[in-house]
RNA sequence: UGCCGGGUCGUCUAAGGGUAGGACGACAGAUUUUGGUUCUGUUUGUGAGGGUUCGAAUCCUUCCCCGGCAACCA
């Protein structure tokens, strides 16, 4: 696991902070309602706590950040607390690396945990509770089958029908249990179950499995266990030994909660309340553990912290700040009907933070970047222009960047037969080079194969920047570096993941929806400023967009991310065209 | 076909018997030494029918559509 960098923009705002920052009073969402509700008619003694309870099998992604910004969140707002707990029932998928990143992640969110819990904590408790259901003869060891059980679970339209092990007697059944503790039978030879209703419409009501066998080394018991606890005889019981008063999930656990409820009615212990909402989807990737696995096993991306990917660690490497995210979380809001959010609106939230937080820097980012010569410049001077290091920032002040007779511009922002509305530079034309002064192209050099290999440009002296007399107006500014100054850079171009906006819905598998073009490695010439720029330092590149120094960059090589262009309306009306 | 949810601008999300509002997007304009930012304006919505009511997105009813549920996963 790869250290955190810490993030400066990471500040949590205490209580009255946020409050005084708050905009508009904005109205309460379905769980805040119930929250306030039940703070009013003083249950629980008005105290709220929440959990947030991912299993240790995979990284965070940005919809888990959902539900740590809501469960957080709440506990803040509400004067409650959150419990970090790891819900690590089934030892053969969990590891201790999980556990790591999902820390990091959280606390690289911004928040920090009342409790850090175990589900596993808890194993003894909860073997106590099964033995106590047992003797209540809520519970009965079944000898069938995985294939036997599923079958007898009947449809969702047929009814189920009883196990033959169903009448068991309680003191059978105890004995029984007892010696899969002990660790008498192997693996899939027999299960607890518990004795409800195998009619029940509702699926998971036809005698759920409370405890399989499985002989397997867990990342925190080791082997002190051999049975283990499903989710359902966990979680809710888990909260309860927690005295969690809002236990929020995703909706498809909605079809759980009588069990969830039955479980600590039957009990008899304290009755937290499971509450579903719905989970985030993002246009154009995909959002499941499993799926996102299969990316980074198959080599689809190079990691779980892989720029492109929705992940947490992900979008962190990408150059997405914390702060971004939580504003994310709050402006999508929280509803209980299925949605998919527009991933513009995500980059709409990290550019609004990174224009009011990022230095302006030129970058030429371009493997081929057209030289212009000035041939009215004197060979060998070196001028210093001065450019504003953050014009949203008054106190940011300025930077002297090196100016000379060669430079480099994209090749995007010369053009030799303009259209319309073209305002950069061509054949006979003006532009304003940020910073310096406004130039005229009067000769397109080309090489053999018609190639344009450099632009003879003469500048405007009396147009420098700040001291301008010209009288020349243009109607475009461009960026660009110095040749004789500029240093190299790798930059990395990301673009969605997949070319399908909803995966979901198409017939064929993901992956092959996978964007060949999610990826572009290209060079760069970039002001030497940069030089001394360290890992997860953001910076606009002047008109192209947010970049971050990826963790891979050194003194030899800088190495950028693109977290986001900046908004394109050129490009967008050349593209209708 | 059984059970549980859910349907409000393109996308999210408010309004819970009394003006359908906000955000993002889109479009138009102003400003701009970033085709960025900022500002202004515009556009578009209650799935359908019936009922209750002075008045319905909201209550009742029928229908339609969408999602979830049949792992010894969580």
Redesign the pocket.
Known sequence: MPEVPNDTNNRISNESERRSDAP?E?????IE?IVEEDIASGKNGGRVHTRF???P?GYLHIGHAKSICLNFGLADKYGGKTNLRF????P???DTEYVESIKADVRWLGFEWENEFY?SDYFDQLYAFAENLIQKGYAYV?????????AQ?????EP?KDSPYRTRSVEENLDLFRRMKAGEFP?????LRAKIDMA?????F?D??MY???HAHHHRTGDAWCI?????F??GQSDSIEQITHSLC????????PVYDWYIEKLGIFPSRQI?F?RL?L?YTVMSK?KLLQLVNEGHVSGWDDPRMPTIAGIRRRGYTSASIREFAD????????????V??L??CI??EL??TTT?VMAVVDEQPIKVVLTNYPEGQVDEVAI?N???DHESGHRNVPFSRELYIERD?FLEN?PK????LSPGGMV???????IKCEEVVKNDEGEIVELHCVYIPE??????TSGIN??????WVSVAHTIEAEVRLYDRLLTSEDP??EDRDFKEFINPKSLEVVRAYVEPSLKTAQAGDRF?????GYFCIDPDSSNEKLVFNRTVT????????QR?S
Request: aromatic share 8%.
């Open positions: 508009a904005r109205s309460l969402n379905f309602q309870p991912p299993e099998n819900d690590d029932t089934n053969v998928t969990e589900a079944d000898d069938s089958t995985a294939e036997v059980i599923a679970k009947g449809t969702p339209t189920g693996d899939g030879a027999k299960v029940s419409p509702n699926m998971h036809r759920p499995i399989r066998i499985k283990y606890p499903m989710y359902d966990a979680h995703t909706l498809e656990f909605e079809v759980h909660r579903e719905a989807n246009t499993r402006r999508i809001g929280i509803a209980r009907r299925d949605n998919l959010i527009d513009g609106l980059e709409f550019r609004e224009n009011k302006r504003e953050n014009p949203e922002d303009p509305k073209y305002f950069r304003r080079l940020k910073g310096a002064y406004i147009s420098r920047s700040g001291s301008d243009v109607k475009g500014t461009i960026h979901s819905s606009q590149f002047i008109r192209k900046l908004k394109d309306t050129w490009a967008k009306e209708k």
